[in-house]
């Protein structure tokens, strides 16, 4: 019996880590697709989220059934509650990746980005995808320190964001509102699902120690 | 026992409407701020913060303690995880009326928006305030057929975004690139806070009927 109902937490971790990599391969993807203005990758990304969606309401049923099934307590109750608020934290990541492949198919043929730009977005692509394998691989592992790892790492894409913002407020930004919209709505996206990873790193250090990282004296 | 239970499942759903409240209020004032650049009343929706964080950790403590005390199954177990779920949106409306409050500080004693827009920005502050109280109130009445009818309601928030873009991508916009940033995110923070609020009247829905809304044959 408890031998079963920890195999039954493992899997939804494992379903959870799953979710976690179809949202970093999406904001892969969607990246190369934005900085090549490639539009059948584009197309896979948007073709693609059903199936993360899927795999949404089976890891809501999962943690649902976990607790009707058996009242579990304190770690395992909190891994089953850090997983039913992971869920959305991995739904998020998966819709801006969408939200980036569709940016580009609005725009295609022509670019979404301006050269000026393109940079920036490689790399904030590059810490995004950085991250979300971590998370991916914190969900996994449960390994606290990797997860407080993660924490610092997000500094990486605030700054990005930052340099980013004073690019498109500087006079001399010569491409039109169109472009500054989109580069802004963008670089949200890159900056939001940074923070999602983020939070899943999070959940898992309060999943493992009962308390979020900021309850912690450094 | 089981009464004692239920009241304090009660008390949880009066203290997610009353996170509810704080974070239509908190829009409702950060759109006061935003529209009359109004420093002081921007000022107060940011110390006001903390606030909402406090109630946050409290929502998630009680939602925890209700799972763990006792095994609650059926309707009782949906209304502990959509209370998790929907503390989460709530913890975001919160975020993102600060997020305006920061932006008018930021720009003060100028202000973020153009008057051009200024109408836009109040009929958005006004459909996000009715859905917050709608949401509030149905978090405590756990009223599903109102629940329905701000899902509804939020179509009026994505035409207000849209005629917003349009007017934005407009080759006549002629108050720069920054501050076609500045609404660009504006714009999103509103629509976001209504996707939020709309969330939660689904969850609301789901602890009701057992369902979610799209699996309702309309």
Chains 1, 2 share one sequence.
């Not at 407020?169 to 580069?183: F, I, L, N, Q």
Request: with cysteine.
């Amino acid at each position: 019996m408890r031998a079963a109902y920890t195999e039954k937490i493992a899997d939804l971790a494992t379903s959870l880590a799953t979710m976690c990599r179809m949202a970093e391969e999406a904001m892969g993807q969607a990246t190369q697709a934005l900085l090549q203005a490639d539009l059948p990758i584009a197309e896979k990304v948007i073709s693609d989220h059903d199936e993360l969606d899927t795999l949404r309401a089976s890891c809501e049923e999962k943690a649902f059934a976990l607790l009707a099934l058996q009242a579990p307590v304190a770690g395992d109750l909190r891994s089953v509650v850090a997983g039913i608020q992971a869920v959305n934290d991995l739904d998020r990541m998966g819709r801006l990746a969408l939200h980036v492949a569709k940016i580009t198919r609005r725009r295609h043929p022509k670019q979404a980005l301006p050269e000026e730009v393109k940079a920036y977005f490689a790399e904030m692509g590059r810490v995004a995808v950085h991250l979300g394998k971590g998370a991916a691989e914190v969900l996994e592992t449960h390994d606290a320190a990797m997860a407080q790892d993660l924490l610092d790492e997000d500094d990486a894409m605030d700054d990005l964001h930052k340099h980013l913002f004073n690019v498109l407020m500087d006079r001399e930004w010569k491409h039109g509102v169109a472009a500054a919209v989109d580069v802004t709505l963008l670089g949200r996206y890159y900056e939001r699902f940074a923070d999602h990873a983020v939070e899943v790193a999070r959940k898992v250090i309060y999943l493992v120690t009962g308390r979020f990282p900021e309850d912690v004296v450094a």
